[in-house]
């Protein structure tokens, strides 16, 4: 059973541009989460998806930022016109329905020039 | 600011030592999960003990709560050098834990010498 897939792994984007982070959760996992680490500090959640539905998006900025999980295919978070502050390591994780322990990914570590 | 907080923020023992990290949290739990991270990678789950369960074991691993400090510790019994790593605890962010939603603490960051 694979775990949590995110890809790309390391995703270099120059300032202005769009970045765009993959989740592929456990099988069998319908909620997928969103999470930003800064260096040197812990996890900040970001946004909480069900299949189709934003569940709850309170730790997303409000602007440049979005998150879809389709009904097909990976969950995708969007960055719209980075700046160097997004640089960060992001990690998705899953989990299944009425679990309470997450299984992360290895992350998505961004890094805007 | 953070539900979660560790202490220390730095430990460093000596291959076989055991090593306690604390955790504490400021609002009503309905569970309290710990999480290792090791250098650049993902975190790993280690450890859920729920708002009723005063202690737990997992292999070297022992987790307690204490509810009415709301706080948490978790000891690792002759620690090993691949224990290093940076360790997290985290709550959900309601009392009834079915948010989703994690809020971690800044961790722990484990050194452990050969």
């Known amino acids: 059973n694979a775990g949590v897939m995110q890809n790309p792994r390391h995703l270099v984007r120059r300032r202005g541009q769009e970045a765009r982070l993959r989740c592929s959760p456990m099988?069998?996992?319908?909620?997928v989460y969103w999470y930003r680490q800064l260096p040197e500090e812990g996890l900040k959640f970001m946004v909480y998806?069900?299949?189709?539905?934003?569940?709850?998006e309170s730790g997303m900025p409000k602007e440049r930022f979005s998150a879809e999980f389709p009904k097909e295919g990976p969950s995708i978070l969007r960055i719209q016109q980075v700046v160097r502050g997004d640089s960060a390591a992001y990690f998705c994780?899953?989990?299944?329905?009425?679990?309470?322990?997450?299984?992360f990914g290895p992350g998505t570590r961004l890094t805007v020039t | 600011s953070q539900q979660g907080e560790e202490d220390p923020q730095a430990l460093s023992i000596q291959e076989g030592e055991n090593a306690t990290m604390n955790c504490s949290y400021k609002?009503?739990?309905?569970?309290l999960q710990w999480y290792r991270q090791n250098s650049g990678r993902g975190l790993v789950h280690l450890i859920l003990?729920?708002?009723?369960?005063r202690e737990k074991h997992s292999g070297r691993l022992r987790v307690t709560l204490d509810t009415s400090k709301k706080s948490s510790s978790l000891l690792i019994t002759a620690s090993r050098a691949a224990d290093t790593a940076s360790y997290f605890c985290?709550?959900?962010?309601?009392?009834?834990?079915?948010?989703?939603?994690?809020?971690f603490g800044q961790g722990t960051t484990l050194q452990v010498k050969p």
């Open positions: 994780a899953s989990s299944g329905q009425g679990a309470r322990e997450q299984y």
């Open positions: 099988k069998g996992h319908s909620h």
């Open positions: 998806l069900q299949k189709e539905n934003i569940i709850d």
């Open positions: 609002t009503s739990i309905n569970n």
């Open positions: 003990i729920r708002s009723n369960e």
């Open positions: 985290a709550t959900d962010a309601s009392p009834s834990g079915n948010t989703g939603k994690l809020i």
